[in-house]
C-alpha cells in the first residue's frame, strides 16, 4: 500500500497510558512514535518509558522484564536499566562494559503524570521538552466524576485530527449542526485557545438527542489546545462537560485518539442526563468524524473558500512541531 502521509511525527506531549492503571511494579509493552516501547512504574511509584530492546543481546524488555527497585530487568540475562536508560547491574559479570556504562544505553523519554495520564516527551532529534501542558483543576478535584473514557486507532495524522476543528463547514455536513460554529481561534506559540458559540440539537431530561431539527439549544465551547498531543475542551449549556482529548501517534500514518470526559458530581438529575447526552453525542460526532479521516489525503494547496474557517491559519501554526 501506498503511504497516505508524507510527513514526519510531530513533537510534543504525548498521553501513553491512565496512571491508575500502571501500577508499583508494573511493566508494558508499547507501540508509540513508530518505535517499540516499554513502559514500567518502578517501586517508589516513578513511571518511566524505555526502548523496548536490551542493548545486550536484543530481547524486549516489555515481555518478561521485571521491576527491581527503580530498574527494569531484562528478561533475557537479567541486565538492569533505570528510567534514563543507563545499565545499573549486569548480575553475573565483574564490571559493566565500558559500551554501555554511564551512557543512555537503551532510548529513555521524559515521562510526567498529569490530569490523571502519564505522559511522554516524543522529539525525533532527542531535544528536551520545549513547552508544557496545562494542569487542569476540574481533573484533580473530588468534586468532578471519575474520568469517563473513549479510545480509536485510526489511520490518519494528528494534523488532520485537529483540523477538523478549523474545518466550519463540516460541522454543517458531517455533523448535521443547524449552522456554522461562530467563534474566536487564538494561536500563540504551541498554545491555540478557541471559544466557540453554535446552536446543537436539543438534548431532553432523558438525554436523549432532539434530531429532528426543530430544537436547538445554544452551546459555547471553550477549546485549550498545546502541542499536538493535548486539548481540554468545556462544554457549557445547562450543564457543564468537560473533555481531555489526547492524541498519540503510533507511527507516522496512525494516531491513538482518547476522549476522556468529567462533569461535577453533585447537579440535578436531569442536567446530570442532559450531561451524558452531550457526551454520546461528541462521541457519535468523532465516529461520523473517523470514515473521512481514514481515506481522505492531505493536500498541501487545497481549494478553499472564503467560508471554511481559519484552516490556512491552523495549518502554520501546525508547522511549529515539525522537527
Ligand atoms: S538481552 Fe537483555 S540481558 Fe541479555
Ligand atoms: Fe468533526
Redesign the pocket.
Known amino acids: 500500500m501506498t503511504k497516505r502521509y508524507d510527513k514526519a511525527i510531530p513533537f510534543g506531549w504525548y498521553a501513553i497510558d491512565y496512571s491508575d492503571s500502571l501500577k508499583a511494579g508494573d511493566v508494558r509493552p508499547v507501540e508509540y512514535f513508530g518505535r517499540e516501547l516499554v513502559l514500567f512504574r518502578t517501586e517508589s511509584g516513578e513511571a518511566s518509558l524505555l526502548g523496548a530492546h536490551c542493548p545486550h543481546l536484543g530481547a524486549h524488555l516489555g515481555y518478561g522484564g521485571i521491576v527491581k527497585g527503580e530498574s527494569i530487568s531484562c528478561p533475557f540475562h537479567a541486565w538492569e536499566f533505570n528510567g534514563e536508560g543507563q545499565c545499573t547491574s549486569v548480575p553475573y559479570a565483574k564490571r559493566i562494559p565500558p559500551k554501555v556504562e554511564g551512557k543512555e544505553c537503551v532510548p529513555s523519554y521524559p515521562v510526567m503524570e498529569r490530569n490523571q495520564m502519564i505522559w511522554a516527551w516524543y522529539h525525533p532529534k532527542g531535544e528536551a521538552p520545549l513547552f508544557d501542558i496545562d494542569d487542569v483543576p476540574e481533573l484533580q478535584s473530588d468534586e468532578w466524576t471519575p474520568l469517563d473514557t473513549y479510545d480509536w486507532k485510526i489511520n490518519t495524522i494528528i494534523q488532520e485530527t485537529g483540523e477538523?476543528a478549523a474545518d466550519m463547514a463540516?460541522?454543517i455536513t458531517?455533523?448535521g449542526n443547524p449552522g456554522m460554529p461562530q467563534g474566536t481561534v487564538e494561536m500563540e506559540g504551541p498554545r491555540r485557545v478557541t471559544d466557540f458559540d453554535s446552536e446543537a440539537q436539543s438534548i431532553d431530561e432523558q438525554g436523549n438527542v432532539d434530531m429532528s431539527g426543530e430544537n436547538h439549544d445554544a452551546i459555547h465551547l471553550h477549546s485549550v489546545g498545546v502541542g499536538p498531543g493535548f486539548t481540554f475542551q468545556r462544554f457549557s449549556r445547562m450543564f457543564d462537560v468537560v473533555m481531555m482529548g489526547t492524541v498519540t501517534p503510533i507511527n507516522d500514518q496512525t494516531v491513538h485518539l482518547r476522549f476522556n470526559f468529567s462533569v461535577p458530581r453533585k447537579q440535578s438529575e436531569d442536567n446530570a442526563m442532559m450531561a451524558t447526552g452531550t457526551v454520546h453525542e461528541i462521541v457519535r460526532?468523532?465516529e461520523?468524524?473517523i470514515p473521512i479521516w481514514e481515506h481522505k489525503v492531505y493536500l498541501d494547496d487545497p481549494a478553499l473558500c472564503d467560508g471554511d474557517g481559519p484552516i490556512a491559519k491552523y495549518r502554520k501554526w501546525f508547522q511549529q512541531f515539525y522537527a
Open positions: 477538523n463540516h460541522f458531517v455533523h460526532q468523532v461520523q468524524d
